[in-house]
């Protein structure tokens, strides 16, 4: 009816021109969606006016002439919008589009054009109904329907290809070619009655929610990018600054003593000067082994390895390597193993690494007093679980430090002029080795009244 068909391309009209208006106060990233979109919009409004003049001449000046000018062009606005909208999906889903079909789609469209230019249309206005009939109304109707199918392809023979286009970004398009199906089945059902209008607007009123979703992801993407540099620079920054002054101290200590070793008057004197010399290698030896480790496991560079090995030996191993460190400082440490069986089957590097760094740590922030390691084993059938609890009575951990003390480059002391040496790795590395022998680590500990690191982990038994 022509009233109907006017309050339905008005209202088309004011619906795409609300678009309009809302997608140009968006901050869009100007991409190949984007701009598709944008070509839809005009042809949306453009559609949407020829179809509200077409009712307008119809119930006033009634010239067949206009009104049959007026149906070409809208035959060739929705033809070029079903097109648009075929390209839309189609880049979504391959992000870029064939050349082959590029031109194909273009050759098709001017066949439409030029056949839309001279093909017969008969417009009828008959007791208030506006209507069009002819080859020219049938040539709309398989364009669009060809353009419908090719969509429909696109989305079923691309979709699984790629990984461009987010699962909850298919849900809308099979929604927006639904609504395409049913104006093509309401305009052969109910000619008489324009819904295409109306279905077009509607379209890109739900398609500018889609259009926009990939800008804002993208856009959150490149700041997560950012965000992730700043940490990586300040992180990098930190680390050269931390190897700087930590690399100092012990190279400082090695030419020192060296020059010593070479002027010393005695082998005794010597003797002694060399015991420093050691320290500060193994110091910096610590280091580098840190930054190397962290660097392959950051690259998944490190695997497991396997083997019978003695806990109590590598235990005690791992605490005799701390000889040097020990004459110095009045410390007293005890081990205590029970229910441990004396052949266990692991990578026994990696957790004499893991005991290392914390043993390490211990006995840097203990100036005197005890350390003690106690490990309980409980054998469940082939496998024994490991709890290894390693306490000291130092200067212990703040309780907001602990919280990042499994972050690369932090220190269980954030001065970096503190006598106690290291870059923050020990901690770091340990977790991460944890992580991949499926065992776990946890830090209890109270400003000045020392730590208590508790460590489980499983282990089969030889």
Not at 284 to 298: A, E, F, G, Q, T
């Amino acid at each position: 009816m022509s009233n109907g068909n006017g309050y339905l391309t008005s209202v088309a009209l004011i619906i795409s021109l609300l678009i309009a208006f809302m997608f140009s106060l968006k901050n869009k990233v100007s991409n190949t969606e984007a701009k598709i979109f944008k070509k839809m919009l005009i042809i949306n409004i453009l559609e949407a006016l020829t179809t509200t003049l077409i009712v307008i001449i119809a119930t006033t000046i009634n010239s067949t002439f206009i009104l049959k000018i007026l149906n070409r062009i809208d035959v060739i606005l929705i033809i070029m919008w079903c097109s648009s909208m075929f390209y839309y999906i189609y880049s979504i889903t391959s992000r870029k589009i064939n050349d082959y079909i590029k031109n194909a789609i273009k050759l098709f469209n001017i066949s439409l054009i030029i056949l839309s230019l001279i093909l017969n249309v008969e417009i009828i206005v008959e007791d208030g109904i506006l209507n069009s009939t002819g080859t020219l109304t049938y040539l709309g109707l398989f364009g669009a329907i060809v353009y419908i199918i090719l969509m429909i392809l696109t989305l079923i023979f691309l979709k699984d290809k790629k990984e461009n286009i987010e699962k909850d970004k298919y849900i809308p398009l099979y929604f927006l070619i639904g609504m395409l199906i049913l104006v093509a089945v309401l305009r052969i059902i109910i000619p008489e009655i324009n819904f295409i209008s109306i279905i077009i607007s509607l379209v890109d009123l739900i398609m500018i929610f889609t259009v926009e979703n990939p800008d804002v992801k993208l856009v959150n993407k490149l700041n997560l990018s950012l965000n992730e540099i700043k940490k990586l620079n300040k992180g990098q920054t930190e680390l050269l600054t931390r190897l700087g002054h930590e690399i100092r101290t012990p190279l400082n200590a090695i030419v020192g003593f060296s020059q010593l070793i070479e002027n010393s008057d005695s082998l005794e004197e010597a003797k002694e000067n060399s015991k420093y010399v050691i320290d500060s290698s193994n110091i910096l030896l610590k280091m580098v082994d840190n930054i190397i480790d962290i660097s392959r496991l950051n690259n998944e560079g490190i695997e497991i390895n396997n083997k019978d090995y003695e806990l109590e030996k590598l235990v005690h191993d791992v605490i005799d390597s701390f000889k040097y460190d020990l004459d110095d400082k009045d410390i007293d440490i005890k081990v205590n193993i029970k229910s441990v069986p004396k052949i266990l089957i692991g990578d026994s590097i990696k957790i004499k690494r893991i005991l290392f760094n914390i043993i390490d740590n211990a006995i840097k922030y203990t100036e005197k007093g005890k350390i003690t390691v106690d490990i309980i084993g409980k054998i469940e059938k082939y496998k024994c679980n490991l709890t290894i609890t390693i306490e000291d009575t130092g200067k212990g951990i703040s309780s907001d430090l602990q919280k990042k003390l499994f972050t690369n480059f932090t220190r269980a002391e954030e001065d970096i002029n503190s006598s106690v040496s290291g870059i923050g790795l020990g901690l770091s590395l340990t977790k991460n080795l944890l992580d991949l022998l499926n065992g776990s680590i946890k830090i209890e500990s109270e400003k000045g009244k020392g730590t208590r690191v508790i460590i489980k982990l499983k282990q089969k038994v030889g």
